[in-house]
């Protein structure tokens, strides 16, 4: 598997691997079910409105593997991070539940801040109840995400929006496809408890800001 897919043809090929994604997200039945997200119809940013220099992107960064993550928006502060990459039998890997209250990046995708969707992923909650992105539906359009790098400096993204999706219909290419600018995906479950396991995912799209 090539560590960044950049083309169509090999974020059409993660498919199986993104379903399963956040397959081992279980929940407890005493958990609190979490608020339906923001659905969006697209991810692409909407273009920036004419004199909003601000809104223009920020440029790429070097490759840099992160090391820490902070969302104030829903209290996270946490590091350093896991690495993610593929588990035995093909499928994305996940924190374990031992380790829910960290954020783990997938490596088979940009370091964030490069040109492409950096990709993390958190659990909502687990077996032995909440995890490090249980206030997720917190997070809004225009909240920052900073990403700290072991290159010693960090990126920072802007939330463009929120989707709330069934796993099984898990857009792929919108999550893994390529983008012309350094964009950030955040990846956590949700939705109500059914037979141990939460049925969607939350996906938090964020664009690269400084």
């Not at 979490?34 to 969006?40: G, Q, T, V």
């Not at 093909?90 to 370091?111: K, L, N």
């Not at 479950?189 to 939350?202: A, F, L, Q, V, Y």
Request: proline share 10%; hydrophobic share 45%.
């Amino acid at each position: 598997m090539a560590r960044r897919p950049r083309t169509p043809l090999a974020a059409a090929l993660l498919g199986p691997l993104v379903l399963a994604a956040l397959s081992g997200c279980t929940g407890t039945a005493a958990a609190p079910a979490l608020p339906p997200a923001p659905r969006i119809a697209t991810a692409p940013a909407p273009a920036p409105s004419a004199g909003a220099a601000s809104a223009a992107p920020a440029a790429a960064l070097p490759a840099s593997e992160p090391v820490r993550v902070r969302i104030p928006a829903a209290g996270v502060d946490t590091g350093p991070l896991l690495k993610l990459g593929l588990a035995a039998d093909g499928t994305v890997e996940v924190p374990s539940v031992a380790d829910g209250d960290r954020i783990g990046w997938y490596t088979g995708g940009v370091t964030p801040g490069e040109t492409g969707p950096a990709v993390l992923i958190g659990h909502y909650d687990t077996a032995r109840g909440p995890a490090v992105l249980r206030d997720v539906a917190k997070i809004h359009a225009g909240d920052e995400i900073t990403v700290s790098r072991a290159d010693g400096g960090a990126a920072v993204f802007r939330v463009r929006a929120l989707e709330q999706v069934d796993k099984r219909q898990f857009p792929t290419a919108r999550v893994y496809g390529n983008t012309a600018h350094p964009e950030l995906r955040l990846i956590t479950c949700g939705g109500e408890i059914t037979d141990g396991h939460r049925p969607d995912n939350i996906i938090v799209y964020a664009d690269l800001v400084g």
